[in-house]
């Protein structure tokens, strides 16, 4: 009965994720245009589809998904460091990794290094500091909190126009930006809860259409 149950389940979780995704306007939306979450949601995908293929131990299937999970990293850095800790964890429970925990790494890293160390080293080149990815992660930060209501005192904040006509360096206007927003949470630690549900609240919800980058579509 558990055999037969499993391979039902294998059979019909496909056609019902498929459902799922066919009547998402959410992600309808985003196949009409020519963006960065589109194509991330894809690569993510297909790095999940690599691993479970690789669940036998294969080395090559690991490497390839670890390429694919770098390149979904460089069109949205956002899941890069959460997904590896899963992935290392997530290898443990494979016999075959579990047996070649080194080749495991070693499959892993390279397949990152291939993709994102190119990117790095552009980054380095350009700027002089290691940068990993995108420069752009404080003001990522600092307007995750700046846009929620209700804030204690958010002339702390100070304006993001105000920042940038300082006319600072890429980096440092980003230090700046990333710096305020740790001061801000640091002196009013009563305002995360708050801004952690504004966060959540337009991650599940769209009140006036799909925000994308700030466009509502």
Known sequence: ???????????????????????????????????????????????LVLLLWGRNGKLWLLFAASVVLGLANLTRPVLLLPFLLFLVIWLWFIPGFRRRPLQALIALGLGLLLTIGPVVVRNYQFHGKLVLISSNSGFTFYHGIDRTDGLTDPAFLRSKEEIQDLELGELEEQALFRQIAIQYLQRYPQDIPRIVATQVEEFTAARQGYKVSDVVM
């Open 1 to 47: 009965t558990f055999v037969l149950g499993r391979q039902l389940a294998n059979r019909w979780v496909g056609l019902a994720a498929a459902l799922i995704v066919a009547e998402c306007s959410f992600l309808i939306e985003f196949v009409t245009r020519l963006m960065s979450e589109t194509l991330f949601i894809f690569l993510m995908l297909a790095a």
